[in-house]
C-alpha cells in the first residue's frame, strides 16, 4: 500500500493516478504560462529543500535545483553515507533529522528501499529521483507541447510536483 503523498512523492507509474496526471499538468501548464510571460511565481519562497544524493554532481541534480530556486526555494545539496547495510537507527535518526531541517527532500542515486525508510520517518515528502529521467512525471513534460524546449518543460512537471507536495 502506498505512503500518503505527504510522506512519499509518488514514484511509480503505477502510482500516477489520472487525476494526479491531469492535476499536474494542468499546474505544470500553468507555470509554462507564467515563464512564458517573464513572470514565474515565488511560490516557495522561504522553503527550504534538501537534495540527498549519493552521485556527483549531474543533470538530474541541476534540474532539481534550478526548477526549486526558480520558485524561490533554498536548496542544501548533502552528500549521504547511508545505505542499505545500515542500521535503521542510523536511518529513523537522519530521517527525523533531514523531517525538522527541510520541508521536502529529493533523494537521487540512492536504493529504492533505503529512499522508502528515509521516507517512512521523515514526516516530510521525500522523493525518489523525481528530477531523473527515468521518473514517471519526467514523461508528463512531452504531453506539455512544443511551446517551450523539453528541457523547460521537464522544469515545469517537476515545479508542479513540488508545490503540489509543498506548495
Request: aromatic letters at 2%; a neutral charge.
Amino acid at each position: 500500500m502506498p505512503l500518503s503523498p505527504k510522506t512519499r512523492a509518488p514514484d511509480a507509474a503505477a502510482q500516477l493516478s489520472p487525476l494526479k496526471v491531469a492535476s499536474l499538468l494542468c499546474h505544470a501548464r500553468l507555470l509554462q504560462r507564467a515563464a512564458l510571460a517573464g513572470n514565474t511565481p515565488r511560490l516557495l519562497s522561504g522553503k527550504n529543500l534538501g537534495l540527498l544524493c549519493q552521485t556527483q554532481p549531474d543533470e538530474a541534480q541541476a534540474l532539481f535545483r534550478s526548477a526549486a530556486e526558480e520558485l524561490g526555494a533554498r536548496v542544501a545539496v548533502m552528500r549521504s553515507d547511508l545505505s542499505l547495510a545500515s542500521e535503521a537507527q542510523e536511518v529513523q535518526n537522519t530521517a527525523r533529522m533531514l523531517g525538522r531541517l527541510y520541508e521536502a527532500v529529493e533523494c537521487q542515486g540512492m536504493p529504492r528501499e533505503l529512499v522508502e525508510r528515509i521516507g517512512q520517518h521523515a514526516g516530510i515528502p521525500v522523493f525518489d529521483g523525481a528530477a531523473m529521467k527515468d521518473h514517471p512525471a519526467d514523461r508528463l513534460a512531452e504531453l506539455l507541447g512544443d511551446r517551450t524546449p523539453l528541457a523547460d518543460n521537464r522544469r515545469f512537471v517537476l515545479q508542479a510536483l513540488l508545490l503540489e507536495a509543498i506548495g
